[in-house]
């Protein structure tokens, strides 16, 4: 089992839709949780992060975060074709908090 | 200081040759990461440095692989006889002693290929 495993995608969806991006971990000591967003060729950038249960909303991004489940999720509204991109999971780990653990990502394509 | 900066930013080697990559942390950061990272895949965790002292390595740094941190300022990432494996982006990351709360700072990285 991957320490992060989100769906690799390509997800579609509609110009000005809500995009919806899942993330499950496995490190139940997993303290913080950081989307980042990663254009072609580029480097990661981050755009949130969350350590308590509920949601963190922040312009058009809400991240939720449930720990019983393990579960985390990246909510995009009014989606622009600039928010395509690869979009990366990572969580820190419980066991040796000092570094992030990245999923694989999904590709998201925000169709006009 | 304007971010984290990484050079060079493209390296083509021939198999077997040895490469070095620089990294330049945001100067108020004491905490230095490398990870790499090939097509389709998140950033692997390779090692890193808390001022000068490497504090941890991944099981995928071989012995052919190596870093430094003099004086915790700039680090540099060694890659010795490299193999087509290694054809990758490696990419360096900073943060304050909190990264791991608060998330990381990445270059803009170093694509190797081997040819």
């Known amino acids: 089992q991957k320490e992060v495993e989100q769906n690799s995608g390509p997800l579609s969806v509609p110009e000005g839709a809500i995009a919806s991006l899942n993330c499950t971990y496995s490190?139940?000591?997993?303290?913080?949780f950081f989307w980042y967003r990663q254009y072609s060729g580029k480097s990661p950038e981050l755009i949130m992060f969350?350590?308590?249960?509920g949601d963190k909303e922040d312009g058009r991004f809400t991240a939720q975060l449930n720990k019983a489940s393990q579960y985390v999720s990246l909510l995009i509204r009014d989606s622009q074709p600039s928010d395509s991109a690869t979009y990366l999971c990572?969580?820190?780990?419980?066991?040796?908090?000092?570094?992030?653990?990245f999923g694989s990502g999904t590709r998201l394509s925000i169709r006009p | 200081d304007t971010g984290v900066s990484q050079d060079p930013r493209h390296k083509i080697t021939k198999r077997g040759q040895n490469v070095t990559f620089r990294c330049d942390p945001i100067s108020e950061h004491n905490r230095l990461y490398w990870y790499r990272q090939t097509l389709g895949q998140g950033p692997e965790f390779l090692t890193y440095f808390q001022n000068e002292a490497q504090l941890e390595k991944s099981r995928l740094l071989s012995d052919r692989f190596s870093a430094e941190r003099p004086k915790g300022s700039f680090s540099t990432l060694e890659i010795q006889r490299t193999e087509q494996g290694d054809s990758a982006m490696y990419l360096c990351?900073?943060?304050?002693?909190?990264?791991?709360?608060?998330?990381?700072?990445f270059g803009s990285g170093t694509r190797l290929t081997v040819v």
């Open positions: 990351a900073s943060s304050p002693g909190t990264g791991e709360l608060y998330g990381y700072t």
């Open positions: 490190d139940r000591g997993s303290q913080s």
């Open positions: 969350i350590y308590s249960n």
């Open positions: 990572a969580v820190n780990r419980g066991s040796s908090a000092s570094k992030i653990i």
